[in-house]
């Protein structure tokens, strides 16, 4: 029985071993198919590229990255990676073209930049005179103005980036009036980070603009709306304390009572209080018109070409348009016996009082805080603090340079706050009525009509824009009232 199954079973072997043969050869001849029909729609990709690139023998030139080649730019499936496709041309490639097209011996009208584009902080020094103030404004000289430029010779942004300030995200943290300087003003824009630019930047620049340093900050960053505080000082002689009934001398020396007395009215600012008196056009019920003051008070004397000088600092989060200069026309007002102490009581209440303003040549912009910023991201690891504690010396030394001296020689020729002190007992501090409406420092009854006309329309302009820093520049001087009071004293 055995015997009679052995050949049954070798039959199976055989027919089993046949079916693998076959098997084996049909699956053979099935991928010799796919690999010829790779290799043959290689070739037609291939013969496509060489017929495109005949075509075209004038941009033979170019870099031969811009021409696809095979081990890259052609898969298993014949088909060409698709980022040597795009519609829209890489930047290397629009600049060697542009560098062809040019004229023979010249280069395209802008440069490949070789640096990457990041967001930062620049801290900048200057002297306002001879600027009608900080934020750029057509057909005048202004600090952005030249800062913009000074960007642009440096490489540090593109041509069309200066003309449209958005595309970098340009922002100034405070705006300064006309003839106002500053020691540590703050803005932010995506700038190209150049080698040495700093000292690039300052070689475009005037003197009396200086760029101090550059921090790398988070690509969200706005130094207007990030700032927490700013803190602004006001340079003015010691004989503006002087009372009303001593004549006013170059001479005068504050006495301790005297400093004393000044510290107790400045004390009186801290705090929160509704401010609409202090600036032009603020209603009372206006909740815009609420300012925090956090410090203010007044530093030690010194001495320069032969006159006593003093420094009142003042830090708050924000302030209005004229705020400072007000505030700082109420306390001499005070001080010298013009007025009242109850009247900064009365300031702060619903109702207009005549408040005078100090002219614009003391103050400057002395510092800005982002206490906010630094705790949340000073330390992360990838961003440094905006505190510019290293830099603090190159600041005081442009001050002593270029701010101070400024004032001072303004002062001794032209003697600005002994003209303004002489209006002083010109104005009513009191009470205005209903028909009686503050036109910077004058009321309607004291200017002419067609020039009080004239004054309200430019602060209620100013007003709109001077919500979030500080006061903007304006087209017209700050002190035209000023001298509009004085001829009126000289008659």
């Given at each position: 029985?055995?015997?009679?199954?052995?050949?049954?079973?070798?039959?199976?072997?055989?027919?089993?071993?046949?079916?693998?043969?076959?098997?084996?050869?049909?699956?053979?001849?099935?991928?010799?198919?796919?690999?010829?029909?790779?290799?043959?729609?290689?070739?037609?990709?291939?013969?496509?590229?060489?017929?495109?690139?005949?075509?075209?023998?004038?941009?033979?030139?170019?870099?031969?990255?811009?021409?696809?080649?095979?081990?890259?730019?052609?898969?298993?499936?014949?088909?060409?990676?698709?980022?040597?496709?795009?519609?829209?041309?890489?930047?290397?490639?629009?600049?060697?073209?542009?560098?062809?097209?040019?004229?023979?011996?010249?280069?395209?009208?802008?440069?490949?930049?070789?640096?990457?584009?990041?967001?930062?902080?620049?801290?900048?020094?200057?002297?306002?005179?001879?600027?009608?103030?900080?934020?750029?404004?057509?057909?005048?000289?202004?600090?952005?103005?030249?800062?913009?430029?000074?960007?642009?010779?440096?490489?540090?942004?593109?041509?069309?980036?200066?003309?449209?300030?958005?595309?970098?995200?340009?922002?100034?943290?405070?705006?300064?009036?006309?003839?106002?300087?500053?020691?540590?003003?703050?803005?932010?824009?995506?700038?190209?980070?150049?080698?040495?630019?700093?000292?690039?930047?300052?070689?475009?620049?005037?003197?009396?603009?200086?760029?101090?340093?550059?921090?790398?900050?988070?690509?969200?960053?706005?130094?207007?709306?990030?700032?927490?505080?700013?803190?602004?000082?006001?340079?003015?002689?010691?004989?503006?304390?002087?009372?009303?009934?001593?004549?006013?001398?170059?001479?005068?020396?504050?006495?301790?009572?005297?400093?004393?007395?000044?510290?107790?009215?400045?004390?009186?600012?801290?705090?929160?209080?509704?401010?609409?008196?202090?600036?032009?056009?603020?209603?009372?019920?206006?909740?815009?018109?609420?300012?925090?003051?956090?410090?203010?008070?007044?530093?030690?004397?010194?001495?320069?070409?032969?006159?006593?000088?003093?420094?009142?600092?003042?830090?708050?989060?924000?302030?209005?348009?004229?705020?400072?200069?007000?505030?700082?026309?109420?306390?001499?007002?005070?001080?010298?016996?013009?007025?009242?102490?109850?009247?900064?009581?009365?300031?702060?209440?619903?109702?207009?009082?005549?408040?005078?303003?100090?002219p614009g040549l003391g103050l400057v912009l002395d510092k800005v805080h982002f206490d906010h910023y630094n705790r949340k991201y000073g330390g992360d690891g990838l961003h440094e603090a905006l505190e510019w504690d290293e830099h603090q010396e190159t600041v005081e030394k442009f001050k002593e340079q270029y701010i101070y001296p400024t004032i001072i020689k303004a002062e001794k020729e032209d003697r600005v706050m002994q003209h303004w002190l002489s209006t002083l007992p010109l104005h009513r501090y009191e009470g205005l009525s209903e028909e009686e409406t503050l036109t910077d420092n004058l009321t309607v009854t004291q200017l002419q009509d067609g020039e009080a006309q004239q004054t309200a329309e430019v602060?209620?302009?100013?007003?709109?824009?001077?919500?979030?820093?500080?006061?903007?520049?304006?087209?017209?001087?700050?002190?035209?009232?000023?001298?509009?009071?004085?001829?009126?004293?000289?008659?």
């Open positions: 029985m055995i015997a009679n199954t052995r050949p049954i079973l070798q039959t199976f072997r055989g027919l089993r071993l046949l079916l693998c043969t076959v098997r084996t050869s049909a699956v053979g001849s099935r991928m010799e198919g796919t690999v010829s029909g790779a290799e043959a729609k290689l070739d037609t990709g291939t013969e496509a590229e060489e017929n495109h690139s005949e075509g075209h023998e004038d941009t033979a030139a170019m870099s031969s990255t811009d021409t696809p080649s095979n081990s890259n730019d052609v898969t298993t499936s014949g088909k060409f990676n698709k980022r040597h496709h795009d519609t829209k041309e890489p930047r290397s490639y629009r600049w060697k073209k542009a560098k062809l097209q040019s004229k023979p011996g010249g280069d395209p009208d802008w440069e490949r930049p070789t640096a990457k584009k990041r967001k930062v902080a620049c801290l900048l020094a200057y002297s306002g005179v001879g600027y009608m103030g900080m934020q750029r404004n057509q057909g005048f000289k202004t600090i952005e103005e030249d800062l913009l430029a000074a960007f642009y010779k440096a490489g540090a942004i593109p041509k069309d980036h200066m003309d449209c300030m958005q595309k970098m995200h340009f922002q100034r943290c405070a705006r300064t009036d006309k003839g106002v300087s500053a020691a540590g003003q703050i803005v932010s824009l995506k700038m190209y980070m150049i080698e040495d630019a700093v000292q690039k930047i300052n070689d475009c620049l005037a003197e009396s603009i200086r760029l101090i340093g550059i921090k790398r900050t988070t690509n969200g960053f706005d130094s207007k709306n990030a700032c927490d505080a700013r803190t602004y000082m006001y340079v003015l002689p010691t004989y503006s304390f002087a009372p009303t009934k001593e004549e006013t001398e170059q001479d005068f020396r504050a006495t301790d009572d005297v400093m004393e007395k000044v510290n107790d009215v400045l004390s009186a600012y801290k705090g929160t209080h509704n401010f609409h008196n202090f600036t032009s056009g603020k209603k009372f019920k206006d909740p815009s018109a609420k300012r925090y003051i956090i410090e203010s008070k007044c530093l030690d004397t010194f001495v320069r070409d032969d006159i006593e000088w003093t420094v009142i600092s003042i830090k708050g989060q924000s302030f209005m348009i004229h705020q400072i200069r007000k505030m700082i026309g109420m306390m001499l007002a005070i001080v010298r016996g013009l007025a009242p102490r109850s009247m900064l009581e009365r300031a702060w209440q619903e109702g207009k009082c005549d408040i005078p303003k100090a602060d209620t302009a100013e007003d709109s824009s001077a919500e979030t820093g500080d006061e903007p520049a304006k087209d017209e001087p700050s002190s035209s009232n000023e001298d509009t009071m004085q001829r009126a004293v000289d008659t």
